[in-house]
Structure formats: C-alpha cells, structure tokens
C-alpha cells in the first residue's frame, strides 16, 4: 500500500496583535460555501503505456510530497517507482492522475480477482469474511496509492470537492465497485486518520484493533 500522507510543514506565522478598543482582533475566516477553486483540477486516466511513459513526473510527485530531504526524497521515489511498476502489471490496474498547468495528485489500484483474494496476497490475510462475498463478486477493488499534496488532508477533507475524495471516488465508479479496500499499518496514524477524513471506515468495528493476523488492518470505502 502506497499511501503518501505526509506530515504537517512547520510554518512560521506572525502573531497577531491584540485586540484593543481601536485595534480589532483577528478577522475569523468565513466558511467556505459552494464549489472550491480546487475542484477545477482536471482529473484523468492513464493508459498503462502513458503511465510509464510518465513514470519520472509519478516520482518527482511522490518525492515532492512526501517530505524530508533530498536524500529522502531519493530513496522514497525509488521505492514508490518499484511498487508502481509491480502493480501496472496487474489485471485492471487504473491510475488516475489530477492536473493543472502541472501534476498536482494521483490515484490507482486494481479490481480484486472475482476468484477470491489469492490473486493479491496481501489481502488474503486480512481481508474480513463479510466482505468475502463482494470479492467474489468481482466488485471489490484495491486502492494501493492516494498520492497528494498536504494541504488535501488538512483541509476540507469532508467535501465532495477534496481532491482526495474525487480521485478515490473516481476509481470506484469507473470500475463499478461496490467497496473500494485498502490496507494500512495500523502504527501509521497520520494516513489512518487522512484515509478516516476522506470516508474510509474500519472493516474491524470502530478501531483498528490489535490482531494476531498482523501489522495491517484494513478499511474499506463506499462508492
């Protein structure tokens, strides 16, 4: 699972100065209303040969966004590149790519084999019994990367405009999904709760308990 969160940037901001008879305190924002700005991202599919053809500007945007230094930034495209090259080759692979005049996010994953969860190993351990049925059913797909900037996981996370929310929400109808499944290591708070923010629900009740099965719990994401 590639799901690049990351964490908060230090900003430095100006205190503001206190309010007084002749000097008002800080102006509150006012809530946002209707369609964001941001909604006028163009999102799009790649075709496999486009998504190699583009696999540097995928790494560039990984590394971008995943913090850290230069040899960080290094290290982490190297490993994303190599999980993405695995999962092109996968039945169904979609990667869906958000754009302005540049590479602003990106999104993909692949149906889950109608057969069962075999095909994907990963799942195979931890996937649910009550969701065994929809597997089956050919309409249960893996979402293995959600690869956006920070400012999409703190802010407006509820709205249908995040451009989290529009990409995963994508994927899903594109494929006539009926559930959409990811797994996550349950020590990686930061993406457990940008994933929570974005719809996601715990397939284990209200946590992501303790289990003998391992480190990874699974959440899954309507359509």
Known sequence: MTMNVPVRPTTTERD???AGPDRPGPRKPRSERGCSPLAGERVRPLTRR?????????????????????RAWNEARGAFLRQLAADVRRPGFS???????????????YPVPGGGTRGVPCLDAYLPGSVLPVAASGRLFLISG?????RVRRRNQDRAWNLARRLQRR??????????????DRADV????ALRSWGWRYAEGDTLQASL????????LGP
Do not use: K
Request: hydrophobic residues 45%; negative net charge; aromatic residues 6%.
């Open 146 to 150: 959600i690869i956006v900037p920070a």
């Open 190 to 193: 930061a993406t457990v709760q």
């Open 50 to 70: 486009q998504v190699e053809d583009r696999f540097g500007d995928l790494g560039d945007l990984y590394a971008q966004t995943s913090g850290g230094g230069p």
């Open 95 to 109: 990667l869906l790519i958000a754009e302005t005049t540049t590479l602003t996010g990106c999104a993909y994953g």
């Open 213 to 220: 099965l391992g480190r990874y719990g699974v959440l899954l």
């Open 16 to 18: 503001a100065r206190q």
């Open 171 to 184: 994927l899903l109808a594109e494929h006539d999904a009926t559930l959409g499944v990811t797994l996550v």
